[in-house]
């Protein structure tokens, strides 16, 4: 159970970091801090580049922090939280990765999700600090606490397209 802990932590981990590092840098394929901040305004969110910023330093951190498994309560809280926002994203588009959909985000969440509820195994940061295991009301408030995180994210920093508030502005006269 160990090596399997060992084993999802450190992918799930690393991809997690990787998204973020694309979103801030050239590396791993991505555009740049620039690049990222465009896509954060082509998605739809406020903010600029303090948005995508923040975006991938919570997912850099959380992503090796995951990895480490190390404050792995925190460390899945911010991870729910970042990819919760990307499944609104990609909501629109359906469940499949294939048409652009939500699947991975949801993966990553469900992994996240798990590795609070076992812990993050032997093979840890967390372990080795006496820090496991943790009471179920922990790993349930914090998967609890990263989804509304998420969603709370999209609400606050989503600009509704020209078309919604057309919508809302033609239902409000009616």
Not at 133 to 142: E, H, N, Q
């Amino acid at each position: 159970m160990n090596t399997g802990l060992l084993v999802l932590r450190l992918v799930a981990g690393l991809l997690i970091a990787g998204h973020g590092v694309q979103k801030v840098s050239f590396r791993l394929g991505g555009h740049g801090l620039a690049g990222g901040t465009e896509e954060f305004r082509h998605d739809g969110f406020r903010g600029g580049r303090l948005t995508a910023l923040a975006a991938g330093a919570g997912q850099i951190g959380a992503g090796l922090f995951l990895a480490a498994g190390v404050l792995t309560p925190m460390a899945v809280m911010a991870a729910i939280g970042v990819m919760t926002v990307a499944a609104t994203v990609k909501w629109r588009n359906g469940l499949w990765v294939q048409n652009d959909g939500y699947e991975y985000p949801m993966v990553l969440v469900v992994v996240s999700a798990v590795l609070a509820l076992t812990g993050p195994g032997r093979w840890s940061g967390d372990h080795a600090l006496g820090l496991t295991p943790w009471p179920l009301w922990v790993s349930v408030a914090v998967i609890a606490a990263g989804l509304v995180a998420g969603l709370l994210t999209r609400v606050v920093l989503h600009r509704p397209s020209t078309t919604e508030r057309r919508a809302a502005h033609a239902q409000a006269a009616d």
